[in-house]
């Protein structure tokens, strides 16, 4: 019995496959890509900055342990429902390894950080 569920496991943790297809630089071996998820909800990450014509928010990547800059997709929502785009402008700055700037232009500081606005996001790059 116990031969069967090591070999189970075997089998299904070697069914993985990421395959990043286009990469922009740093690009690493097949088997050293990886897809990180994370969301700002129960962590540090909640003071909004001000910047000129809006908010950003610093989110840190340091336990994905990318080697260099992932793709980056990421969303404003709140109560764990998507806040509609048209109510603000969206992108991301300053992405490096371990960290990027997600920013909201037309969304003032103040008010994401009261309404508790939270980012979730997805990172796909390379570990080694």
Known sequence: MKVAIVICLVVVSSAVDIKI????T????????R???????????K?????????A?????????FTSPPI??????????LIPTDNYQDTL????????QYVMYGVASSYATLLDFRVSWSATGYTC
């Open 57 to 65: 928010l610093d989110i840190s990547l340091a336990d994905c342990k």
């Open 93 to 100: 700055a300053k992405v490096q390894n371990g960290s990027f």
């Open 72 to 81: 980056i997709i990421a969303k404003t929502v709140i109560s764990d429902q």
């Open 35 to 45: 897809i990180c998820y994370g969301t700002t909800a129960g962590t540090n990450e």
């Open 26 to 33: 740093g690009q690493g071996p097949e088997p050293c890509a």
């Open 47 to 55: 003071e909004w900055t001000h910047i000129k014509g809006g908010s």
């Open 21 to 24: 297809v286009s990469y922009g």
